[in-house]
């Protein structure tokens, strides 16, 4: 039998590592994503026994979607400039406390091909949080991946789960 290309291979070991934490520990996690267009949450829920602890998720892409799904305000985008960990902290905030899981973890970048001037509009440049009852834990990565989208948007699901994992194993500190 052909093993499957799915999840990609580079998502594959996180996505099993995560699952099994999540199972061991008998939590739950919900997911906000943006730039990895749905990425992390596919990785999640091609691991058997995803219904046990996959409780939802948003692929919040545009600021429509953000306004309608996730609490933001006309207002909100007054002031809104890109991706940022207070932006992602936010997103996983309202969705954790919307579907009630242990986690949420959320990423927002600028996966490419083009980008802007300053560093969070630059493609490979990725805000990702986790919120948990003990708070929210953010963390920027700078891919190096260039305008590379699909590259990009693979590894900004890896570095997500990575921040899930290491909150989790507490090597993420609030």
Same mark, same amino acid.
């Given at each position: ?13 996180? #996505? ?6 999540? %199972?061991?520990?008998?939590? =739950?996690? /919900? +997911?906000? *994503?943006?730039?990895?267009? &749905? ?49 992602? #902290? ?6 954790? %406390?919307?579907?009630?899981? =242990?986690? /949420? +973890?959320? *990423?927002?970048?600028?996966? &490419? ?62």
């Amino acid at each position: 039998m052909a093993s499957s290309e799915f999840p990609p291979e580079s998502i594959r070991e996180i #996505a099993a590592e995560v699952a099994s934490l999540l %199972k061991e520990r008998k939590e =739950t996690i /919900t +997911v906000a *994503e943006t730039a990895a267009g &749905g990425l992390i949450s596919a990785a999640l829920l091609s691991r058997p026994g995803a219904s046990g602890f996959y409780k939802g998720g948003l692929t919040l892409y545009t600021l429509e979607s953000r306004i309608a799904y996730a609490g933001w305000t006309p207002d909100i985008l007054k002031t809104y400039a890109g991706p940022t960990p207070a932006v992602v #902290a936010g997103l996983a905030e309202h969705v954790n %406390k919307t579907l009630g899981s =242990t986690y /949420t +973890v959320s *990423e927002s970048g600028t996966a &490419g091909p083009t980008g802007g001037t300053t560093r969070n509009r630059t493609p490979g440049y990725v805000a990702l949080a986790v919120t948990s009852a003990a708070g929210t834990v953010t963390r920027e990565v700078e891919t190096g991946l260039g305008g590379d989208r699909e590259a990009n948007m693979v590894r900004f699901a890896v570095e997500g789960l990575k921040l899930v994992r290491d909150v989790i194993t507490g090597e993420a500190k609030l």
